[in-house]
Structure formats: structure tokens, C-alpha cells
């Protein structure tokens, strides 16, 4: 059965783990749809779909990721099952965050958060903007989409497709420019970030401050590529997450003496 946050079916017969990927600004559910079945028989890739995209383009995207987050805990709860991670990549990757608080507040925490490309929420606000969204042209949107999404050029030549996109992109980056971090406990989760060696964005020193937001351990992995890494070289992609799906990062044992 699908619904409009999950628009593919879910797998039969069931996996014991499911993986909910959220997308980057602009991104749609699509692009995780290659990932359907490519984690072996014991994850199933759930992509999730916002509002105001692909099957959902009769919405108005969300205004704030809180507001994606609290709408989101109890579709996720309903198609959880047992067991399940959440995996973000760029804006995702803040969105699986707060998702993530949320569902530790109602007492289903995932066993397992992964965020990508993009700098630790306590540093969200010193990233230094170009423009406002709401000032960025179309040249504007659609440099950021073949610079940093990776979009080849032949489809941003197609004006119907931008017609579609460009309004959904500003308004994920305008989420993106407001979002504001809030004063909270770390998570009880097991923490992985993974993000693009070469990523202006989110480097290493960003992605290593995500240890700040987890008291269940904390692993950081950089692959080849930059802010679009993820859509690069599928394969090392793949490998490098069912590794970490496999073996959840864990504490940092306590030294004899410490107090």
C-alpha cells in the first residue's frame, strides 16, 4: 500500500529493518528510487515524498522543518514495523534530526540516524548565503541545482520540469536560511555522518560536530566527491551504508577513574 509521504510499495516479504531517506532541497522521493532493493534482504529503502513535489505537487511545501518534522512522526510510526533508521541527505539531513527528537519523544526512537552533507545544526546559522531565496533568480536556482545537486544540464534545459521545480527548491532553501537550532538533550541514538570529501558545504569539521548531538555514539565517514556525493558513485554509496546499518556506531567506553 502507499501513501502520499511514502509513495512505493512497501516490500514483500518484509524486511526486518527499514531505512526512511529523506531528500535534499528541490529533491523528490525519486531520487532514492534506485536504492529500492539495493541494500539486500535485510533493509528496505522507504523514501519518503514531501509536500509540494512529484505526487504531491497540489501542496504547498512546508514552511519550516519543524512543521515537516511534527507531521511526519506519525506516518513514520504507522510503516516503522519493528525496526527502522532514518537517513537525510542535506537538508535531509537536518529534517531527520528533528524527526529524530520527535520520535524519541513519543517513545520509538530509530536505532540508527544518518545525515549527510550537511554542517551539525549548531552551526546551521553561520552558513553565509549568496542571497535570500526569495531574491535568487531562476539562473540562480538552477546553478545551485547543477553545482550542488548534481542535476545534469540537459534537464535543466527542460523550462515545463523547472516550471515544477523552482518554485519547490525556493522554498527549501527559504526552510533552509530560517532554520533555527534549539537548545536540546542529545540523542539517544546512534549517530553517523557521512558526507563528500571535496563538499564546500559541510566539511570534515562540520560533519565531525554532529558528535555533539548524540550520547549513543558517533561515526564519521567522508567519501569521494562534493555536496552531491551521493549520486556520484552509487556503488561505494551503497557499501559504505549497508556497513554502517550493520554496525551501528556505539559509546565511547568510560575510562577506569573518570568521573
Not at 522507504?46 to 511534527?70: F, I, K, M, T, Y
Not at 520527535?102 to 549568496?130: K, N, T
Not at 523552482?166 to 536560511?177: E, G, I, K, T, W
Not at 558513485?233 to 559509546?251: I, M, W
Request: glycine share 8%; charged share 20%; net charge negative.
Amino acid at each position: 500500500m502507499t501513501t502520499p509521504w511514502f509513495p512505493y510499495p512497501p516490500a514483500a516479504p518484509p524486511r526486518p529493518l527499514r531505512l526512511f531517506c529523506l531528500p535534499p532541497a528541490g529533491g523528490g522521493a525519486s531520487g532514492y528510487r534506485t536504492w529500492i532493493g539495493a541494500f539486500g534482504p535485510d533493509v528496505e529503502v522507504v523514501p519518503v515524498q514531501l509536500p509540494g513535489r512529484e505526487n504531491r505537487l497540489h501542496e504547498r511545501p512546508a514552511g519550516s522543518a519543524a512543521e515537516l518534522a511534527d507531521r511526519l512522526v506519525a506516518p513514520v510510526l504507522d510503516r516503522a514495523g519493528d525496526r527502522f533508521a532514518v537517513f537525510g541527505h542535506s537538508m535531509g539531513a537536518i529534517l531527520a534530526h528533528d524527526l529524530t527528537h520527535r520520535l524519541c519523544a513519543a517513545g520509538r526512537p530509530p536505532e540508527h540516524l544518518i545525515v549527510s552533507a550537511h554542517r551539525a545544526p549548531q552551526l546551521a546559522a553561520r552558513r553565509r548565503w549568496d542571497r535570500p531565496a526569495a531574491e535568487m533568480s531562476g539562473d540562480d536556482l538552477r546553478d545551485y541545482l547543477a553545482d550542488r545537486a548534481g542535476t545534469p544540464r540537459e534537464v535543466l534545459d527542460l523550462p515545463e520540469l523547472m516550471d515544477l521545480v523552482l518554485p519547490v527548491l525556493r522554498a527549501d532553501l527559504a526552510l533552509c536560511q530560517s532554520y533555527q537550532d534549539t537548545a536540546r538533550t542529545p540523542l539517544p541514538v546512534p549517530l553517523s555522518a557521512f558526507g563528500g570529501a571535496d563538499d564546500p558545504e559541510a566539511g570534515a569539521g562540520e560533519l565531525a560536530a554532529w558528535s555533539d548531538r548524540t550520547s549513543a555514539g558517533f561515526r564519521m565517514r567522508l567519501l569521494a566527491g562534493g555536496h552531491g556525493y551521493l549520486f556520484e558513485d552509487v556503488p561505494a554509496v551503497h557499501a559504505a551504508l549497508r556497513a554502517a546499518l550493520a554496525d551501528p556506531p556505539k559509546p565511547r567506553p568510560v575510562a577506569a577513574g573518570s568521573s
